[in-house]
C-alpha cells in the first residue's frame, strides 16, 4: 500500500499567499523577529491567550473590554502610544503573565494570520518551539504550508531560516515538490544548522532592530526549544495546543 | 571621498516587483529555463535582434510582418500552434540564426520584462551570459535589480541560483541591503558555486521540463559563459550590447 505523503510548502511572502491551496491544510504562521517567539514565550509562561491584532487602536479598546488583560505592541521600536508593554518575549515571565491575556499588536505576522481563511487549523511558529512544532506536523497528517510573516511583504532571512528548519526536520514525512521549501532548506543548512543567530547577524532584520539595542531580543528568539508550546488559534484566540 | 555605492537588490518573483524602486536603475530580466538562456544564445550567435512578446498570436503577426523572422514558443515543453520553432538554447545555430530577427514568445520572463515601467536600462542574465552580465553592472554605475522571472508568480530555484552567482561576483561593488540577495547568495554558496545542473536537478521546474526530455536543454542552459552576450532592451527589442 503506497499511501499518498501530504504536501508540505512554504510560502515566502504574504503577497505570495494566494498562489497557495490552504484548503484544509495546517498553516503555520512565522514572525521570529518577534511577534511569534513572544506569543511562544508568553503561552509557554502561562498566559491564558493571546489575541493578535492589527492596529494599536483596537488593541487599547479589546484591553479596555477584556479583564486581566496586558495591552503590548511596538511600532518603530518602541512601545506604541496607548499600549503598556512591548514586543520582547523577555518581557513576559510567568511571574507577570501567568493568567492573564495578551492582547499584541504587530504587523506582518498578524497581517498574514488573518489573511489565511480556510486552513483546517492555524499554528505559530519560531525557534523557541522548533521541535514541539515539527512534532504536531508531523503528527498532523495534513498538508502543511508554512507562511513566512517577511517585512512588509518583502522576503526575510529569519523566517525563511526558521522555515527550512522545519523541513529540514519534516520533509520525510511529507511530499516536497517546492521550490521555496527546497531553498529555505538549502539556507538552513547553508547556517551550519545551529547557531542561527551568528547566521541573521547579516540580515535587514537584525541591523534594523539592532539600531534599537535589541540585539539581545534577537539572541533569545533564535534559541531553539526555550518555549515547548504549540499556540493553535482557536476563534480570535491564540492558545496552548492540547491544553 | 566617501562615493556611496549603488544599490543591488533581488526580487523573487514578478508578484514582488511592486516592492522595489526602480527607476533610474538596471534590470535584469533571469528567465534560465529557458527564455533568456535562448536570447542570449541567438544574440551571440548573430542573431539581428530578438523581440520578446507574451501572447502566440502577436508572435505569429509579428513574424507575418517582419522580413527575415523566425517565430519561436513553446506551451508545455511543445512548439505552440502555428509557431516554427522551440524555446530550446541550442535550436539557435550561427547557420540558421545570424542576420534573423527572432520572435519569441514566452511565458514568465516576457511578462516581467514587461512589468519593469521606469528603469533605465534592462538587460537579460543566464548562465550562459554570467560573466559579461557582472562586468556589465559593475561598468554601469547604478542601482541594481536582479528580477527573477520565477514560475506563475512562485520563487523557483534556479533563477535565484543564477542571482545569487551575481550576488556572489558583484556584492563588493554595491550596498547590499536586501535579505533576497543575501539569501541568493547562501544558495549560490550551498550550490558549491559550480556544477549548477547539479544544485538544479531536484528544482520543480527541472521535474517539469524533465517529463518532456528537456534534460539536455536544461544542462546547456547551466553551462557558464557559453554565450557572453548582454542583451539590451532598445524599444521593443532584445540587441547586443556595444554593437
Request: charged share 15%; hydrophobic share 15%; net charge negative.
Given at each position: 500500500m503506497n499511501k499518498e505523503l501530504p504536501r508540505l510548502e512554504v510560502c515566502l511572502s504574504p503577497a505570495l499567499l494566494h498562489l497557495y491551496d490552504t484548503k484544509g491544510a495546517v498553516v503555520v504562521i512565522i514572525d521570529v523577529f518577534r511577534a511569534t517567539s513572544t506569543i511562544a514565550a508568553a503561552l509557554h509562561n502561562g498566559a491564558k491567550c493571546v489575541i493578535p491584532v492589527a492596529a494599536v487602536a483596537e488593541c487599547i479598546e479589546l484591553g479596555q473590554r477584556i479583564p486581566d488583560s496586558i495591552t503590548a505592541g511596538e511600532r518603530d521600536g518602541k512601545v506604541a502610544?496607548?499600549?503598556?508593554?512591548?514586543?520582547?518575549?523577555?518581557?513576559?515571565?510567568a511571574e507577570f503573565v501567568k493568567g492573564k491575556t495578551l492582547v499584541l499588536t504587530t504587523t506582518n505576522g498578524t497581517r498574514l494570520l488573518h489573511m489565511v481563511k480556510d486552513a483546517d487549523t492555524i499554528i505559530t511558529g519560531s525557534f523557541l518551539n522548533l521541535s514541539v512544532v515539527c512534532d504536531y506536523l508531523i503528527n498532523s497528517g495534513k498538508n502543511v504550508l508554512l507562511g513566512c510573516a517577511a517585512w512588509k511583504d518583502r522576503f526575510n532571512l529569519e523566517d525563511t531560516l526558521f522555515a527550512g528548519a522545519v523541513v529540514n526536520r519534516i520533509q520525510e514525512h511529507f511530499s516536497v515538490n517546492c521550490d521555496s521549501a527546497r531553498a529555505a532548506n538549502a539556507l538552513y543548512k547553508q547556517s551550519g544548522g545551529k547557531d542561527f543567530i551568528h547566521f541573521l547577524r547579516d540580515s535587514s532584520h537584525y541591523r534594523r532592530l539592532s539600531a534599537y539595542g535589541l540585539q539581545g531580543d534577537m539572541e533569545y528568539c533564535a534559541t531553539p526549544d526555550l518555549h515547548p508550546v504549540v499556540p493553535v488559534l482557536r476563534g480570535a484566540e491564540l492558545v496552548v495546543y492540547g491544553k
Open positions: 502610544e496607548g499600549l503598556q508593554y512591548g514586543n520582547s518575549p523577555a518581557e513576559y515571565p
